[in-house]
């Protein structure tokens, strides 16, 4: 079955580096996504990345994907209390093109 | 700027009084989506129309119906709410298949209510 999960909440301090993790069932997912929600807001597309890559990265976020092990990382460098918010993973299920499937979503907390 | 427009952003209804939830998107996008955000956890897709073909998910419960009339429109109707659907409903667009990334634009999204 279809199965994204993460853990509910990070808290890092402003200026560190963050990183979310998630964990995947789909070994046929074709494309895995990181979402970003804040408060109040619809999800809003921060990164996504094929899955015969490993590793992506785009200003200060890095994607790692570890396909063996179904696990899906993202990382912010130089962490800003701008990235407060819920962050999703999602994959696309084989055979379902048109759906995404997301986590429960982690929600970071930045403090100074 | 092209976007995805919900409609109302705050809904307050009565148990068992229908409901209707709007979605227009300027992005002319073949697919619309529905789903449902409880505190704390994942979206839950509910249906998809891809173009005018309707694809509602099994679990989806029969109290939750959709329409859209046109490319630029979708509709969301909940015939009789009940405590358990207060929930906020997300709608999103996507462009047709291909070999890329499904990218889905997401609305602001409207919070159900129900007293």
């Known amino acids: 079955g279809e199965d994204v999960e993460q853990s509910l909440f990070l808290s890092v301090r402003e200026g560190d580096s963050s990183v979310i993790n998630c964990t995947y069932t789909?070994?046929?997912?074709?494309?895995l996504y990181w979402y970003k929600q804040e408060p109040g807001a619809g999800l809003q597309l921060l990164t996504y990345i094929f899955s015969n890559m490993d590793m992506k990265q785009d200003q200060r976020l890095t994607v790692l994907l570890n396909k063996k092990d179904k696990h899906l990382s993202l990382r912010i460098a130089d962490t800003q209390t701008g990235d407060s918010a819920i962050y999703f993973c999602?994959?696309?299920?084989?055979?379902?093109?048109?759906?995404?499937?997301f986590g429960a979503g982690t929600r970071l907390a930045v403090h100074p | 700027d092209a976007m995805v427009i919900q409609n109302p952003r705050y809904q307050v209804t009565q148990f068992g009084k229908p409901v209707t939830l709007s979605c227009s998107q300027t992005?002319?996008?073949?697919?619309m989506y529905w789903y449902q955000q409880k505190s704390s956890q994942a979206p839950k897709l509910l249906f998809h129309y891809y173009d005018k073909d309707f694809n509602n998910e099994a679990d989806t419960p029969d109290n939750f119906q959709s329409r859209r009339p046109n490319t630029s429109f979708c509709f969301l109707d909940i015939r009789s709410p009940g405590l358990g659907d207060a929930a906020m409903y997300l709608c999103a667009t996507s462009p047709s298949g291909g070999a890329g990334a499904n990218v889905l634009t997401f609305g602001a999204g409207s919070r159900l209510t129900v007293l």
């Open positions: 992005l002319n996008h073949n697919v």
């Open positions: 789909d070994s046929s997912s074709t494309y």
């Open positions: 999602a994959e696309t299920p084989s055979g379902g093109y048109n759906k995404l499937i």
